[in-house]
């Protein structure tokens, strides 16, 4: 049995004494002790015990590109030593973020050709929420202050975003969501309270969208936020339609229309940018994650051409006051721009086909006692558990699913997101092999079987 070093007995140590995790539970980390990940290749991770785990969450939704790319290892280490810092202040500029900026305007839908770097999807968010005051300002129509997003989604852990994001977890104990920031339903065909028909949930969401403006004041709504497919609240797809009916709803209002990408994008739901699947074009996009493949922090606001236009002509001389120490860093853009080319030298289109693998392989899944739902698009997956089909009854609170389902798979050597109410995500990296696909299936079946011979599983099924 192969265990760890003293150095990695050291490490643990270390990490539990000074390393605060994101999103943890203090005392359980501390109890628990940190999984070392030493290295990773493709779509396959090694930890510290020399254990090699495939990868089927790329990360946290973003290692796109797979682990052990040299050409961006390469393109990284160009920059540091050409110039491994400048800031954008002073109207100060490099080549990389100048030449990823273009190739993301160019590519993007629409006339999303404004672009501002940020360090990630959470300062994104807080980003836009940052522009859409100052564009309603500079309309003349300062009170157009609230936010519309929709239950279930995530848009970052921010002091601000964490108010748009519409989970629990993420307002308990922090104050949020503010006065400010408001909800509609989600449209989760799974446990959809009108049913599974697309029509039905397209219908009801586009009338509490303008129920939800009327009760406000649709002299009052800025701006409606929403991802193309909601990933932290358990990988909902919404009906064909639904983000085009909601657009429409936001343009005939005159509501500024924020497309959240920072999972979808890049390849992750087939096309470059999810928003494509249905030919929407937002006033704003946020991306992150993929934009670099994880392999350094960078996210983007994409502005449409009139909210920069009229920014830009209110704002006149006048400085517009919002800037980050790091934003369009030159490395990461260096990074950016190979990832970038290696998603269309192959990796995109090798994503499609492992995507089609995916869904098919994962659907297989549903002759299995616990399983009631499989959905995903491309890249991006899930697999609900349910202690009865019938009556679609989640695996009951008190087990603690998402510990265990993750600590089974951990133990087949899949790596995959294990969300509290029961449910499996996935978004393995773009380069995985039909092979590596096929094993991501495998052993989750595998732990739906061990997780079925669970006494206390075994206990509520009866």
Same mark, same amino acid.
């Given at each position: 049995?192969?265990?760890?070093?003293?150095?990695?007995?050291?490490?643990?140590?270390?990490?539990?004494?000074?390393?605060?995790?994101?999103?943890?539970?203090?005392?359980?980390?501390?109890?628990?002790?940190?999984?070392?990940?030493?290295?990773?290749?493709?779509?396959?991770?090694?930890?510290?015990?020399?254990?090699?785990?495939?990868?089927?969450?790329?990360?946290?939704?973003?290692?796109?590109?797979?682990?052990?790319? &040299?050409?961006?290892?390469?393109?990284?280490?160009?920059?540091?030593?050409?110039?491994?810092?400048?800031?954008?202040?002073?109207?100060?500029?490099?080549?990389?973020?100048?030449?990823?900026?273009?190739?993301?305007?160019?590519?993007?839908?629409?006339?999303?050709?404004?672009?501002?770097?940020?360090?990630?999807?959470?300062?994104?968010?807080?980003?836009?929420?940052?522009?859409?005051?100052?564009?309603?300002?500079?309309?003349?129509?300062?009170?157009?202050?609230?936010?519309?997003?929709?239950?279930?989604?995530?848009?970052?852990?921010?002091?601000?975003?964490?108010?748009?994001?519409?989970?629990?977890?993420?307002?308990?104990?922090?104050?949020?969501?503010?006065?400010?920031?408001?909800?509609?339903?989600?449209?989760?065909?799974?446990?959809?309270?009108?049913?599974?028909?697309?029509?039905?949930?397209?219908?009801?969401?586009?009338?509490?969208?303008?129920?939800?403006?009327? &009760?406000?004041?649709?002299?009052?709504?800025?701006?409606?936020?929403?991802?193309?497919?909601?990933?932290?609240?358990?990988?909902?797809?919404?009906?064909?339609?639904?983000?085009?009916?909601?657009?429409?709803?936001?343009? &005939?209002?005159?509501?500024?229309?924020?497309?959240?990408?920072?999972?979808?994008?890049?390849?992750?739901?087939?096309?470059?940018?999810?928003?494509?699947? &249905?030919?929407?074009?937002?006033?704003?996009?946020?991306?992150?994650? /993929?934009?670099?493949?994880?392999?350094?922090?960078? /996210?983007?606001?994409?502005?449409?051409?009139?909210?920069?236009?009229?920014?830009?002509?209110?704002?006149?001389?006048?400085?517009? /006051?919002?800037?980050?120490?790091?934003?369009?860093?030159?490395?990461?853009?260096?990074?950016?721009?190979?990832?970038?080319?290696?998603?269309?030298?192959?990796?995109?289109?090798?994503?499609?086909?492992? /995507?089609?693998?995916?869904?098919?392989?994962?659907?297989?899944?549903?002759?299995?006692?616990?399983?009631?739902?499989?959905?995903?698009?491309?890249?991006?997956?899930?697999?609900?558990?349910?202690?009865?089909?019938?009556?679609?009854?989640?695996?009951?609170?008190?087990?603690?699913?998402?510990?265990?389902?993750?600590?089974?798979?951990?133990?087949?050597?899949?790596?995959?997101?294990?969300?509290?109410?029961?449910?499996?995500?996935?978004?393995?990296?773009?380069?995985?092999?039909?092979?590596?696909?096929?094993?991501?299936?495998?052993?989750?079946?595998?732990?739906?079987?061990?997780?079925?011979?669970?006494?206390?599983?075994?206990?509520?099924?009866?």
């Amino acid at each position: 049995m192969l265990t760890r070093s003293p150095a990695a007995n050291s490490l643990v140590e270390l990490d539990r004494r000074h390393l605060v995790h994101p999103v943890s539970s203090f005392r359980g980390h501390e109890a628990r002790g940190v999984r070392l990940l030493t290295s990773g290749q493709g779509a396959t991770v090694t930890e510290s015990e020399g254990r090699q785990l495939i990868d089927g969450f790329a990360g946290l939704w973003c290692v796109n590109a797979g682990y052990g790319q &040299e050409s961006v290892v390469e393109a990284a280490a160009r920059q540091m030593r050409q110039l491994p810092y400048a800031t954008g202040y002073f109207d100060l500029g490099t080549e990389a973020p100048i030449r990823l900026a273009a190739a993301l305007a160019e590519r993007a839908p629409g006339d999303l050709d404004h672009v501002y770097f940020t360090l990630g999807g959470s300062d994104a968010v807080d980003s836009t929420i940052r522009f859409i005051r100052y564009y309603w300002h500079a309309r003349g129509m300062p009170g157009r202050d609230q936010f519309i997003s929709v239950a279930s989604g995530y848009h970052g852990s921010t002091s601000m975003g964490a108010g748009l994001t519409a989970l629990p977890l993420f307002h308990d104990g922090f104050g949020v969501p503010h006065e400010w920031q408001h909800k509609i339903a989600s449209h989760d065909l799974y446990r959809n309270p009108n049913g599974a028909d697309p029509a039905a949930v397209i219908a009801a969401s586009v009338a509490e969208l303008r129920a939800k403006v009327a &009760e406000i004041g649709e002299d009052r709504v800025a701006a409606f936020y929403v991802e193309p497919i909601q990933g932290s609240g358990g990988v909902l797809v919404p009906p064909p339609g639904w983000i085009a009916a909601l657009r429409a709803v936001c343009a &005939e209002l005159g509501i500024l229309f924020v497309a959240d990408e920072v999972i979808t994008g890049f390849g992750r739901t087939g096309p470059l940018f999810a928003c494509e699947d &249905e030919g929407i074009v937002p006033d704003l996009m946020t991306v992150a994650k /993929g934009l670099t493949s994880g392999y350094a922090p960078m /996210g983007a606001v994409l502005m449409s051409d009139h909210v920069y236009q009229t920014i830009a002509d209110f704002a006149g001389a006048k400085a517009v /006051g919002h800037g980050f120490t790091y934003s369009a860093h030159p490395v990461s853009a260096a990074v950016a721009l190979e990832v970038l080319s290696l998603y269309e030298g192959g990796l995109l289109e090798n994503g499609r086909v492992m /995507g089609d693998r995916l869904q098919s392989g994962l659907r297989g899944l549903l002759d299995h006692p616990l399983v009631g739902d499989v959905r995903g698009r491309g890249m991006l997956a899930a697999v609900e558990l349910v202690t009865d089909k019938a009556a679609k009854t989640p695996l009951p609170a008190e087990l603690g699913a998402a510990t265990r389902l993750f600590d089974r798979a951990w133990d087949q050597g899949l790596i995959v997101r294990a969300f509290p109410q029961g449910v499996f995500g996935y978004a393995p990296p773009l380069c995985c092999t039909a092979e590596e696909i096929d094993q991501i299936v495998a052993r989750t079946r595998k732990v739906l079987d061990l997780t079925l011979d669970d006494p206390e599983i075994r206990a509520v099924l009866g």
